[in-house]
């Protein structure tokens, strides 16, 4: 049976453990620096920073869906939908999509004016599945970002 509810500080540690397999399906096995504790501090609270969806099936987190507040200077509140992972023996089964949908419906709770995501070209599962919702993929815009190291590099000269 497929459940999806808030996450609790219980959960931050199989939250990580999923994140860690996320990393690892996107061939980014040491990328992942964030600490449990990082998760708690900024996961709960009231000024907590996301909000993390926990999915059970029979009892069990078998995926997460991690989403944050954004603004639009063109739409006003939107909300970022940072992580969708479900571990790969529940892929199929529901779970993702339910996750998925908590997360909509949160946002249109909201009353966000757009819900936006990443999504790597060759999870051709994945860019499948958003298409068959009506997510529509913008396909002529750049990805940036840059990281801690390039961020400071640029600031010291």
Known sequence: ????????????PRVL???????????EPDAVEVTVEELEQNGL?????????????DGHIEGISLCYPRFSTWKGKTIHLEDLIVTEK?????????????VLQYAYDHRVK?????????????VAFYERTGATMIK?????????QSLEKYIKG
Do not use: H, P, S
């Open 114 to 126: 757009r819900v936006e995501w990443v999504v790597l070209d060759w999870n051709t599962n994945a």
């Open 90 to 102: 529940m892929r199929g089964k529901g779970l993702g999509k339910a996750l998925y949908d908590k």
């Open 1 to 12: 049976m497929i459940e999806v509810r808030e996450a609790t500080k219980e959960d931050f």
């Open 17 to 27: 453990e999923l994140i860690t397999e996320l990393a690892i399906f996107e061939k």
């Open 45 to 57: 609270g009231e000024q907590a920073l996301f909000k993390c969806f926990v999915g059970l099936y």
């Open 140 to 148: 002529d815009w750049y990805l940036a970002q840059m990281d801690q």
